[in-house]
T-cell receptor, first 112, second 113 residues
């Protein structure tokens, strides 16, 4: 079956660096996504990894290790507006089409 | 570009009532999906569609119905609302099925009394 796990909550201070980890299990892995969701709003896309390694996009970076079933989202120079829930998700070809499996989200609180 | 448009944003129903959540996208995306989001549960896939005339079930399809008569529209029907269907519902679309970035609507908050 499929499984995805990430911490429920994290806190950090403004200007710091935080790493949000995500582990997953699936037999038909295709790619790993990270989404950001502010309270009361819809999720918005942050990153997509299909190959092993680090993808950097401004203050945000995402890493993938397919052999370990592991990813992390790295947020640098934290700002108050980064307080949000961060959702890890993987796409799975498997025997069913078009499924994106989401984790329960990590609620990040950035303190001044 | 409007992107993905969902209506209504808020709805209160009584147990047993039926209703339709509307979803439309103007990006010519083939793939569309409906998720529900509950506290502590994350996003769970209800139904999805890979093109007009093609739909399939996700993780939690019971009590919901969908159809895809056009590329643009993907309505979600609640056949007989139950309190367990109280949730926030998101419609999403993407250009590609497996690798595409999902574009979400603003969400519809449904309360079933």
């Amino acid at each position: 079956g499929q499984n995805i796990d990430q911490p429920t909550e994290m806190t950090a201070t403004e200007g710091a660096i935080v790493q949000i980890n995500c582990t997953y299990q699936t037999s038909g892995f295709n790619g790993l996504f990270w989404y950001q969701q502010h309270a009361g709003e819809a999720p918005t896309f942050l990153s997509y990894n299909v190959l092993d390694g680090l993808e950097e996009k401004g203050r945000f970076s995402s890493f993938l290790s397919r052999s370990k079933g592991y990813s992390y989202l790295l947020l640098k120079e934290l700002q108050m507006k980064d307080s949000a829930s961060y959702l890890c998700a993987f796409s799975d070809r498997g025997s069913t089409l078009g499924r994106l499996y989401f984790g329960r989200g990590t609620q990040l609180t950035v303190w001044p | 570009n409007a992107g993905v448009t969902q209506t209504p944003k808020f709805q209160v129903l009584k147990t047993g009532q039926s209703m339709t959540l509307q979803c439309a996208q103007d990006m010519n995306h083939e793939y569309m999906s409906w998720y529900r989001q509950d506290p502590g549960m994350g996003l769970r896939l209800i139904h999805y569609s890979v093109g007009a005339g093609i739909t399939d079930q996700g993780e939690v399809p019971n009590g919901y119905n969908v159809s895809r008569s056009t590329t643009e529209d993907f309505p979600l029907r609640l056949l007989s609302a139950a309190p367990s269907q109280t949730s926030v519902y998101f419609c999403a679309s993407s250009r590609e099925e497996y690798t595409g970035e999902l574009f979400f609507g603003e969400g519809s908050r449904l309360t079933v009394l």
